[in-house]
């Protein structure tokens, strides 16, 4: 994109964020955090994986950026990072508000040749 520049380091915290976001397990534990934090045994339940194995996947959100972790009492609930998505979010639309104007540009070179919608349609 013109006149945009990204960083080494937001490079690759994209790619990490995207590389978690690449397994189902992962996106799915994502989900379940969108409602609200939740400890490992609950993130576990659905899944016929241990908790080890959802804990594994825990810390990779968590190298990612996409998870915390905070303490209570006994507890370790896990918590999604609202900011990362928000940054992986942004990073998209900038892509897709480039392909709208290019398609809102192709329609006002379609008005200005005024070709009824019937011509348009014989021409393809």
């Known amino acids: 994109m013109v006149g945009y520049v990204v960083s080494d380091e937001d490079d690759k ?9 690449a397994d189902p397990v992962r996106r799915a534990i994502v989900a379940r955090l ?3 934090p ?5 993130l576990a339940e659905p899944f016929s994986i241990t908790t ?14 996409l998870v915390t972790r905070t303490r209570q009492a006994q507890s370790r609930p896990v918590h999604l990072n ?16 480039i ?13 200005r040749l005024d070709v009824p919608d019937t011509d348009k349609e014989e021409q393809q």
């Open 13 to 21: 915290r994209l790619d990490r964020a995207f590389q978690a976001l």
């Open 34 to 36: 969108s409602r609200g």
């Open 38 to 42: 939740a400890t490992v045994n609950d």
């Open 52 to 65: 080890q194995a959802v804990s594994r996947h825990i810390h990779v959100l968590e190298a990612a950026g």
């Open 82 to 97: 609202p900011g990362a998505l928000e940054e992986l979010t942004a990073w998209i639309d900038r892509y897709r508000l």
């Open 99 to 111: 392909h709208e104007q290019q398609y809102r540009s192709l329609d006002a070179v379609l008005d």
